[in-house]
């Protein structure tokens, strides 16, 4: 048997949509990740909670963590501002406890404005970040002092529903300013390499549930992405996606880290022209731009099947005609 763990020296999670959803964990998320026997490292691009907050959440729902297992974008950003500051510089923070945090305990010293020279700006998502705040930033930031951020998502999940990111608050300051941050969360590299680094690890896989973050980041970081269908992107995302954000493997939930994943299998039929891919008792057919369900299968098989073809065809995404029943 042949699993997704097998030759691996750490399993990187993401957290919303892959180990819980909200205050709940996610349906067998707890006891596929006891099971691992490589260390597991927490990759958040939420800059409003320590690492110490997150890792207590976890232990909460039933998922023994330490701090040190978390890595968040503000530890990310940490060598990002060390090339433009040194312990005790004034740093001009946006954002709240997470970014705070890790600034004093490098010995920087936390500034909120423009008065107060700060040498860099750092930016990350709170909730109570308001126009003060971005209006402070711009002060600083017209001086040409270097500017991070701790990530660029669009939007953050509220129990009221999305809401507005740290990528919004970052825009209108990109916008006052005329420049672009440096980023450290995913999709970037820097939070990949801190958490490699973290474990002394030379291989890894990122377990994520969002194409533009979390396979993204992985395949930027040149590490295997393995995209679990408990959150946000589904089969007519992923099909549909450029390559840089195209997955080296699909599972339906956690349960299939520990399972034999089933090998694609590739035929060419002469006689039309067809190409068939098969995973499991799944088989999909394409023929030029066409790509049509041949056979479903169980859990993420069909879809394994269906992206190996949107893949290795001349055609982009944009060009194929896909059965619409490859993308339910």
Sequence with gaps: MTTLLDGVDAVLFDLDGVVYAGPAAIPHAVESIAAIAQPVLYLTNNASRTDAQVAAHLSELGIATTPEQVVTSPQAAMPLIAKHAKPGDPILVVGGDGITVELEARGYRVVRTAA????AVIQGFAPHVGWKDLAEATYALHTGIPWVATNM??????????????????????????????????????????????????????????LDTDIRGANRAGIPSVLVLTGIDQARTVLTAIAEDRPTHVIADLRELHTDYPETRETFERSTGATYAEAGRAAVRRLGAELTLVRAGEGADTLRAALHLVASSEFGPAAMRIDPALLA
């Excluded at 919004?168 to 939070?191: D, N, Q, W, Y």
């Design 116 to 119: 107060e020279h700060p040498v």
């Design 153 to 210: 998502d669009w939007t953050i999940p509220q129990a009221g529903g999305i809401a507005p990111g740290n990528g919004t608050l970052v825009s209108a300051v990109h916008t006052a300013v005329g420049r672009m941050p440096e980023v450290a969360g995913k999709p970037e590299v820097p939070i990949f390499t801190a958490a490699m680094e973290r474990v002394g690890a030379a291989t890894a896989i990122m377990v994520g549930d969002r």
